[in-house]
């Protein structure tokens, strides 16, 4: 369940299982701010959150809450500036070679996807991110990555549409390609998060379950 990694009286950081959302929706399913804010209320604290950024349903790892308007603004504004930094690991298909991926991404609702377009129109975004390869590991006669992942935009669904559009989906992540049923979920886990908070530095890191496919392909130290 949710688990509460840092807490001050400005902000809140937590690990969200995937599989969990960020905030409530219409489904009225399980969510991280509603659960974190209860947590806090039951140890007699102020329950109130303010949502900052968010992680896809499916997707784990660490969330920043503010607990306060002065603290909601001034977060808000790193995310704004890309002061607040967000590296995530990932598995995906094929070989990865690590760099830049820059693209035109285009959200369709309808279906809750994102696709990459080769030009500027209504509706899309320029994405951006950067990544380095960790390691390659052969699953029944195939190549996979483990990659380190750090955003410079935050779109829809940008890190599997943006992998999957060079024919590397993340594993288990069928929406967007994969062939890989071993993993229940896609393989993307927000790692660390890193930003500067009235004067100092707030660098935050949690890892995925090594034990679980497809991270246990993985040896441990290339997670440090």
């Known amino acids: 369940m949710i688990e509460i990694v840092r807490k001050t009286k400005d902000y809140v950081i937590i690990y969200k299982p995937a599989g969990i959302l960020s905030q409530s929706d219409l489904s009225g399913d399980t969510d991280a701010m509603t659960a974190c804010s209860a947590m806090l209320t039951e140890s007699g604290e102020a329950g109130q959150l303010y949502l900052i950024h968010r992680l896809d349903r499916v997707v784990g790892g660490l969330l920043v809450f503010a607990r306060n308007k002065k603290s909601a603004a ?36 309808a279906i809750g996807k994102a696709f990459v377009t080769d030009r500027k129109r209504a509706g899309v975004k320029e994405a951006e991110l ?44 069928k929406k967007y390609g994969s062939r890989d049923f071993k993993a229940k979920m896609p393989s993307l886990f927000a790692a660390r998060l890193f930003f500067d908070f009235d004067g100092k530095e707030v660098n935050v890191i949690k890892l995925p379950d090594f034990s679980c496919y497809p991270w246990s392909l993985f040896e441990e130290d290339k997670y440090v």
């Open 130 to 173: 950067e990544y380095s390869t960790l390691g390659v590991a052969s699953v029944d006669g195939r190549e996979i990555s483990f990659v380190k992942i750090r955003l410079k935009t935050g779109r829809f669904h940008q890190i599997r549409a943006q992998f999957a559009s060079r024919k590397m989906p993340l594993i288990g992540d």
């Open 74 to 109: 001034e977060l808000s504004a790193a995310v704004a500036e890309r002061n607040l930094i967000k590296e995530y690991y990932a598995v995906v298909e094929g070989r990865a070679e690590g760099g830049i991926m820059r693209d035109y991404l285009y959200k369709d609702a």
